[in-house]
């Protein structure tokens, strides 16, 4: 199955890579969203291992833990579109 990023997941991953840059520790970013991209790329052959998200009753909207990170996706017939990686304890929102 095809997977494809949203631009708020992309800002998402730069985000991380910004902290942790800040932080004085650029490799530990570097290394979260190496192995985040990793977990993302076993939905291709699983798309269906995330659990519904809490906050909806939707169960094309799923998510991956990556502690500390959620990977919040949608699942869609033919794809899956990533679209936040949020700390986990934030609560998910959509406009």
Not at 30 to 50: K, M, Q, R, V, Y
Not at 60 to 87: C, D, G, K, M
Request: glycine letters at 2%; a negative charge.
């Amino acid at each position: 199955m095809k997977i494809e990023f949203a631009e708020s997941a992309i800002c998402d991953l730069e985000d991380i890579r910004s902290y942790y840059t800040e932080q004085q520790v650029p490799q530990v970013g570097e290394n979260f969203i190496l192995d985040i991209i990793s977990h993302i790329e076993t939905l291709a052959d699983n798309p269906e291992i995330g659990r519904q998200v809490p906050e909806f009753a939707v169960s094309s909207i799923r998510e991956l833990i990556h502690a500390p990170f959620r990977i919040i996706y949608l699942l869609n017939e033919t794809s899956i579109q990533i679209i936040r990686v949020w700390r986990s304890e934030r609560l998910m929102q959509l406009p």
